[in-house]
């Protein structure tokens, strides 16, 4: 079955960087886009970025572009999420997801605290 499994959160200063993975497996991870999301503290998830399957293009929301970096190891079924300049407004818990048959699924999440 397809599984997501994010890790690399934690706590972290203002200003601070952090990477995120997504363990992917139960299905074939290169055909497939990846976007990470997030959801802050008593706010609605909200897309970050995502990346395509094949020429991998990225797309960002504007409040992240040219601090975070997506990217993929389709040889590790791994996507990443680099996270630079971290702002206290980057709390949240992250996500990973991707879309299979018209269904969306999930990784568990993970946390993000950006405090000083």
């Known amino acids: 079955q397809v599984q997501l499994v994010e890790s690399g959160g934690g706590l972290v200063e203002p200003g601070g960087s952090l990477r995120l993975s997504c363990a992917a497996s139960?299905?074939?991870?290169?055909?497939?886009?990846v976007s990470w999301y997030r959801q802050p503290p008593g706010k609605e998830r909200e897309l970050v970025a995502s990346?395509?399957?094949?020429?991998?293009?990225?797309t960002y929301a504007d409040s992240v572009k040219g601090r975070f970096t997506i990217s993929r190891d389709n040889t590790k079924n791994t996507a990443y999420l680099q996270m630079n300049s971290l702002k206290p407004e980057d709390t949240a818990v992250y996500y990973c997801?991707?879309?299979?048959?018209?269904?969306?699924?999930w990784g568990q999440g993970t946390q993000i605290t950006v405090s000083s």
């Open positions: 997801k991707i879309i299979r048959g018209s269904i969306d699924y």
């Open positions: 990346i395509s399957s094949l020429r991998r293009t990225t």
């Open positions: 139960g299905f074939t991870f290169s055909n497939y886009a």
